[in-house]
């Protein structure tokens, strides 16, 4: 599995691997063409330099894998970097294998060459499997996350 920077070819995969389960088919609007609103989200994220879009391909240069990693300067924890793991998926062709795993550790690894002092992320509470698989990598439930949406 090789690991590189998203690029705007990769976003009709990116948006099908996020709209493919219970809660993304809810929320994202995964048809063909795209809505062009994916495409300026990407063009954002792309040029913010704390913004990393990350995808994981297969051998065959197949994409099959994302997260984005957010790294956020604060100045609690004297002026500290803190790093956020959002939108992490596997294709469903490939989960199982270990390559959520591989993905979460190369976060993890990018998150303290930046000099990071903490990394975090949030799962929403209808994937307790998800809250089990980032528990198995060292996370803990330290603090409660609380989300207005408007």
């Known amino acids: 599995m090789k690991i590189r920077r998203a690029n705007k070819e990769d976003v009709t995969a990116i948006v099908e691997m996020l709209a493919n389960d219970a809660l993304g088919e809810q929320r994202e609007d995964y048809k063909l063409p795209l809505p062009d609103s994916y495409y300026r989200a990407f063009h954002k994220i792309d ?22 990693l957010s790294l956020i300067p604060y ?22 294998k270990g390559l959520g795993k591989k993905l979460f550790l190369w976060a993890i690894e990018r998150a303290k060459e930046k000099n990071a002092h903490v990394v975090q992320l949030t799962t929403d509470k209808k994937r307790p499997k998800a809250l089990r698989f980032y528990e198995s990598l060292g996370f803990k439930g330290t603090h409660e996350g609380m989300k207005l949406h408007i």
């Open 47 to 68: 040029s913010d330099p704390n913004q990393e879009l990350m995808v994981a391909e297969n051998k065959e240069g197949i994409v099959i894998g994302t997260l984005q």
């Open 75 to 96: 100045l609690t924890y004297s002026g500290g970097l803190r790093a956020q793991i959002e939108a992490v998926r596997i294709h469903e062709n490939y989960r199982g």
